[in-house]
């Protein structure tokens, strides 16, 4: 389904391609530093999160009567590509970059005395012979090793795709312009020249500092546990990681519930009035004056009941849970219509008393022609820059909702049940202070790359703001 | 003036029977009275006997809508629609699972609320327009620059970090007051402060970019060209034009909000233990507790229609040419 998702965007990029003054806006936005970046920083935590989605369920090895049964766990791409630091689990707490475990453990030593101190952690650094003297030392070289290897391969990769790029112009105007003179650029000169060009600039900066930052986290992940263990053991890493998906997942399905109803709604009572325009500003008021928490919580309380009561649908628990997040998906969106659905009402009752839409009724034109063809993209800017506001409020949403307990399911990963089970960990002596700072941080990035990225589109679309 | 408020209010009546209809729905039809007594039971070992007793005690065991065994008017009024959800509107909120009455209740954790919210509310908007207004003052400089990134970086911040951040640093690290609790009286001062202070922070990005937008937005009509032209200084311009041609957007948004303190704030009171009216909510949540979530949502909804009266009126107050009629 998410999949469906990304060829309806790639589709829907291929038919504004085609279309100048739609291209104009988008330019626009390729134009700031700032809007690009987010951009970049958002790809990349939408690929974890696509990676993620890919699910399929392990073969266990087949047994005598050639039958292939397949694991219960459903495991994803990305657990294949991070099934180092998915399966190095230790006993429990462990500090980021640790060789030791956070909690003081009866050891009996070689002489057979009974010792209370901190054990060697399973993996973490478990390569080292003593810890204490070397841990330091080896964390800088991989640390080094690591940043050294990222950059490579990003510059690397940078020269490649611009070599592509440029072959690829290059084939366009062979192929256009008959005669005209080839220029004999390579990749590096399209790299020098980019360098000029201000938002290119920062692109390429950011792109090699992500691409240092992964290196170096490759690298040291490798031996040891980069952002430490929860009290179970898991890598926290991994399940920051495994949380983007969640928040991807409850911004955009929300967003895709949300959009009809305000579309069709909004729409249709601002062009009908009279009766419609009643009714649907009925439907609104009353949605919106409730506030929205509560009737979130109130709708997954009887959505729990209504799951605990029917236990029998559900084949895994994995599958339970997925339902919950659909379902909090589809309750969020459906209470979260009602701001937009306002906006674009407004904006129907503006545009059809202009010269255009009365000029296309005279004509007789059928009236849902003329909604489809002059009122709809003509409110689409307001609905993109509403989307794009939207994501990023989700997104925290999430984590709040989860916190009251009417959020995802427990099992589920995400910022919220991470931040939820770490929070009592600050009270510990000493204090755990890793995972959180790790939801923490995940989540500043992404909702600060979403609200960036909004303000970019919104700059780029607003026909109100004046541009020269 | 009169018949205009009294119309107002005449016109959230069918609002109200709205949100009613719909809490009704959702916690009786989508999940039968049966169903939320053996949530409450437990899931194991429960006797359709132990189910009706349950239902008779809270009242769930009557039809829906419209009970053909009664007689006359009861027809209508002894079914669980009139007697737990038309009763709201007489503020019989009914009682809690837990047997005690969810209006004294409510009475008695409004006060809490309240001194958490109302201090939070005006501390905040004093700071949120100052900070908008040295923003505007300072428009399209460096300084303006700093302000709406810091303002995009702490929008970005999630609300949790603030109180666990806050919590830890000020109470954990410092030992300037204690981590939650609550107490009446003077008192409270120590309790108060700490909720009051992240609560302020922690909507001080969204707020005061809003409120720049809109101080900017006004900054660019006619009549402030005017008043420069006049010889008056920046500030004056600001405070004694801008800020108060600027009051009817920020009404929209403020003035709604009033009556809603009242409902107190969900994460705040609940992280900081103070017995309020939204530590009660996420309380009822927990313990699947739907008198209380009924009740909540009711309540809030009435608060929200109050809130937009309100505002109808504050622009009566704030701007001549509004009359109601």
């Given at each position: 389904m998410i999949y469906l998702l990304l060829a309806t965007v790639l589709a829907a990029a291929v038919w504004i391609r085609k279309r100048p003054h739609l291209v104009l806006p988008w330019q626009r936005v390729a134009k700031g530093s700032v809007g690009m970046v987010s951009l970049l920083l958002l790809s990349l935590f939408v690929l974890v999160g696509l990676l993620d989605t890919l699910h399929y369920r392990a073969a266990l090895p087949e047994k005598s009567n050639g039958q292939t049964v397949y694991s219960a766990e459903v495991l994803s791409v990305f657990d294949a590509l991070a099934k180092g630091i998915k399966s190095r689990t230790e006993k429990t707490y462990s500090a980021p970059l640790a060789a030791y475990l956070y909690a003081k453990e009866s050891m009996e030593t070689s002489e057979g005395k009974i010792l209370r101190d901190y054990p060697r952690l399973r993996y973490g650094g478990a390569h080292l012979v003593d810890p204490q003297r070397e841990l330091l030392g080896d964390v800088l070289k991989r640390t080094g090793i690591g940043a050294l290897e990222g950059l490579l391969i990003g510059v690397l990769l940078i020269a490649v795709s611009n070599m592509l790029f440029h072959f690829f112009v290059k084939f366009r105007t062979v192929s256009s312009s008959t005669g005209g003179k080839i220029s004999t650029d390579n990749g590096i000169s399209i790299f020098t020249g980019a360098m000029k060009n201000k938002p290119c600039k920062a692109l390429l900066i950011t792109a090699l500092l992500i691409a240092m930052l992964l290196g170096v986290t490759a690298n040291l992940a490798a031996v040891y546990h980069v952002l430490g263990t929860d009290k179970v053991g898991q890598d926290v890493l991994y399940l920051a990681l495994k949380s983007i998906r969640t928040g991807l997942v409850i911004g955009t399905v929300t967003t895709l519930v949300m959009l009809p109803f305000a579309l069709l709604l909004g729409i249709a009572a601002g062009y009908l009035r009279g009766w419609v325009d009643d009714v649907i500003q009925y439907i609104y008021t009353v949605l919106s004056s409730i506030p929205s928490v509560?009737?979130?919580?109130?709708?997954?309380?009887?959505m729990q009941v209504y799951i605990e009561m029917h236990p029998e649908w559900f084949e895994t628990s994995a599958a339970r849970a997925d339902l919950?997040?659909?379902?909090?998906?589809?309750?969020?969106?459906?209470?979260?219509?009602?701001?937009?659905?306002?906006?674009?009402?407004?904006?129907?009752?503006?545009?059809?008393?202009?010269?255009?839409?009365?000029?296309?009724?005279?004509?007789g034109v059928s009236s849902?022609?003329?909604?489809?063809?002059?009122i709809v993209p003509n409110v689409m800017h307001i609905v993109l820059i509403a989307v794009v506001m939207d994501f990023s409020s989700l997104v925290l949403a999430e984590a709040v909702l989860s916190y009251v307990g009417v959020g995802v399911d427990p099992s589920t990963m995400s910022f919220g049940t991470l931040i939820n089970s770490a929070r009592l960990e600050m009270g510990r002596e000493p204090m755990v202070w890793w995972t959180l700072a790790a939801a923490f941080g995940f989540m500043l990035v992404l909702v600060l790359a979403a609200n960036l990225f909004a303000d970019a589109v919104r700059d780029a679309f607003d026909p109100r703001l004046n541009r020269t | 003036m009169i018949a205009y408020l009294i119309r107002r209010i005449l016109y959230a009546i069918p609002i109200l029977i709205g949100v009613n209809l719909l809490t009704f729905s959702l916690f009786f039809v989508v999940n039968t009275a049966d169903d939320m007594a053996r949530m409450q039971l437990g899931m194991k070992r429960v006797t359709p006997e132990a189910i009706e007793k349950w239902k008779q005690q809270h009242g769930y065991d009557k039809p829906l809508l419209f009970n053909a065994h009664a007689e006359g008017v009861s027809k209508i009024s002894d079914t669980i629609f009139f007697q737990k959800s038309a009763r709201m509107f007489a503020f019989d909120f009914g009682s809690s699972n837990d047997g005690r009455n969810v209006a004294r209740e409510i009475q008695?954790?409004?006060?809490?609320?309240?001194?958490?919210?109302?201090?939070?509310?005006l501390i905040g908007l004093l700071i949120y327009i100052t900070f908008a207004l040295l923003m505007t003052l300072f428009r399209a400089t460096a300084l303006d620059m700093l302000g709406v990134s810091l303002c995009v970086l702490l929008m970005s911040i999630s609300g949790l970090f603030y109180i666990i951040g806050g919590q830890f640093v000020a109470s954990k690290l410092w030992h300037w007051m204690p981590i939650s609790g609550y107490a009446g009286g003077l008192d409270s001062i120590k309790f108060v402060l700490l909720p009051v202070l992240i609560g302020v922070m922690g909507s001080v990005g969204a707020s005061s970019r809003w409120y720049r937008t809109i101080f900017l937005e006004e900054i660019g009509k006619d009549y402030v060209r005017t008043a420069r032209a006049k010889g008056l200084s920046e500030l004056r311009v600001l405070f004694r034009h801008v800020l108060k041609n600027a009051m009817i957007p920020i009404l929209t948004g403020v003035v709604v909000v009033i009556p809603l303190l009242f409902m107190g704030s969900l994460l705040t009171e609940s992280f900081f233990g103070i017995p309020g009216l939204g530590s009660y909510?996420?309380?009822?949540?927990?313990?699947?507790?739907?008198?209380?979530?009924?009740?909540m949502v009711f309540l809030g909804s009435m608060l929200y229609i109050a809130g937009l009266v309100l505002t109808d009126i504050s622009y009566t107050i704030v701007d001549p040419r509004v009359r109601l009629q």
């Amino acid at each position: 389904m998410i999949y469906l998702l990304l060829a309806t965007v790639l589709a829907a990029a291929v038919w504004i391609r085609k279309r100048p003054h739609l291209v104009l806006p988008w330019q626009r936005v390729a134009k700031g530093s700032v809007g690009m970046v987010s951009l970049l920083l958002l790809s990349l935590f939408v690929l974890v999160g696509l990676l993620d989605t890919l699910h399929y369920r392990a073969a266990l090895p087949e047994k005598s009567n050639g039958q292939t049964v397949y694991s219960a766990e459903v495991l994803s791409v990305f657990d294949a590509l991070a099934k180092g630091i998915k399966s190095r689990t230790e006993k429990t707490y462990s500090a980021p970059l640790a060789a030791y475990l956070y909690a003081k453990e009866s050891m009996e030593t070689s002489e057979g005395k009974i010792l209370r101190d901190y054990p060697r952690l399973r993996y973490g650094g478990a390569h080292l012979v003593d810890p204490q003297r070397e841990l330091l030392g080896d964390v800088l070289k991989r640390t080094g090793i690591g940043a050294l290897e990222g950059l490579l391969i990003g510059v690397l990769l940078i020269a490649v795709s611009n070599m592509l790029f440029h072959f690829f112009v290059k084939f366009r105007t062979v192929s256009s312009s008959t005669g005209g003179k080839i220029s004999t650029d390579n990749g590096i000169s399209i790299f020098t020249g980019a360098m000029k060009n201000k938002p290119c600039k920062a692109l390429l900066i950011t792109a090699l500092l992500i691409a240092m930052l992964l290196g170096v986290t490759a690298n040291l992940a490798a031996v040891y546990h980069v952002l430490g263990t929860d009290k179970v053991g898991q890598d926290v890493l991994y399940l920051a990681l495994k949380s983007i998906r969640t928040g991807l997942v409850i911004g955009t399905v929300t967003t895709l519930v949300m959009l009809p109803f305000a579309l069709l709604l909004g729409i249709a009572a601002g062009y009908l009035r009279g009766w419609v325009d009643d009714v649907i500003q009925y439907i609104y008021t009353v949605l919106s004056s409730i506030p929205s928490v509560l009737l979130i919580a109130a709708a997954v309380l009887m959505m729990q009941v209504y799951i605990e009561m029917h236990p029998e649908w559900f084949e895994t628990s994995a599958a339970r849970a997925d339902l919950r997040l659909l379902f909090l998906c589809l309750i969020l969106g459906v209470t979260s219509w009602t701001g937009l659905c306002r906006l674009l009402r407004g904006e129907t009752l503006k545009l059809r008393e202009l010269e255009y839409i009365q000029a296309a009724q005279a004509f007789g034109v059928s009236s849902s022609r003329i909604l489809t063809r002059h009122i709809v993209p003509n409110v689409m800017h307001i609905v993109l820059i509403a989307v794009v506001m939207d994501f990023s409020s989700l997104v925290l949403a999430e984590a709040v909702l989860s916190y009251v307990g009417v959020g995802v399911d427990p099992s589920t990963m995400s910022f919220g049940t991470l931040i939820n089970s770490a929070r009592l960990e600050m009270g510990r002596e000493p204090m755990v202070w890793w995972t959180l700072a790790a939801a923490f941080g995940f989540m500043l990035v992404l909702v600060l790359a979403a609200n960036l990225f909004a303000d970019a589109v919104r700059d780029a679309f607003d026909p109100r703001l004046n541009r020269t | 003036m009169i018949a205009y408020l009294i119309r107002r209010i005449l016109y959230a009546i069918p609002i109200l029977i709205g949100v009613n209809l719909l809490t009704f729905s959702l916690f009786f039809v989508v999940n039968t009275a049966d169903d939320m007594a053996r949530m409450q039971l437990g899931m194991k070992r429960v006797t359709p006997e132990a189910i009706e007793k349950w239902k008779q005690q809270h009242g769930y065991d009557k039809p829906l809508l419209f009970n053909a065994h009664a007689e006359g008017v009861s027809k209508i009024s002894d079914t669980i629609f009139f007697q737990k959800s038309a009763r709201m509107f007489a503020f019989d909120f009914g009682s809690s699972n837990d047997g005690r009455n969810v209006a004294r209740e409510i009475q008695t954790r409004m006060m809490p609320s309240l001194a958490i919210a109302l201090p939070t509310f005006l501390i905040g908007l004093l700071i949120y327009i100052t900070f908008a207004l040295l923003m505007t003052l300072f428009r399209a400089t460096a300084l303006d620059m700093l302000g709406v990134s810091l303002c995009v970086l702490l929008m970005s911040i999630s609300g949790l970090f603030y109180i666990i951040g806050g919590q830890f640093v000020a109470s954990k690290l410092w030992h300037w007051m204690p981590i939650s609790g609550y107490a009446g009286g003077l008192d409270s001062i120590k309790f108060v402060l700490l909720p009051v202070l992240i609560g302020v922070m922690g909507s001080v990005g969204a707020s005061s970019r809003w409120y720049r937008t809109i101080f900017l937005e006004e900054i660019g009509k006619d009549y402030v060209r005017t008043a420069r032209a006049k010889g008056l200084s920046e500030l004056r311009v600001l405070f004694r034009h801008v800020l108060k041609n600027a009051m009817i957007p920020i009404l929209t948004g403020v003035v709604v909000v009033i009556p809603l303190l009242f409902m107190g704030s969900l994460l705040t009171e609940s992280f900081f233990g103070i017995p309020g009216l939204g530590s009660y909510t996420i309380d009822a949540i927990n313990a699947q507790d739907f008198g209380v979530v009924r009740a909540m949502v009711f309540l809030g909804s009435m608060l929200y229609i109050a809130g937009l009266v309100l505002t109808d009126i504050s622009y009566t107050i704030v701007d001549p040419r509004v009359r109601l009629q």
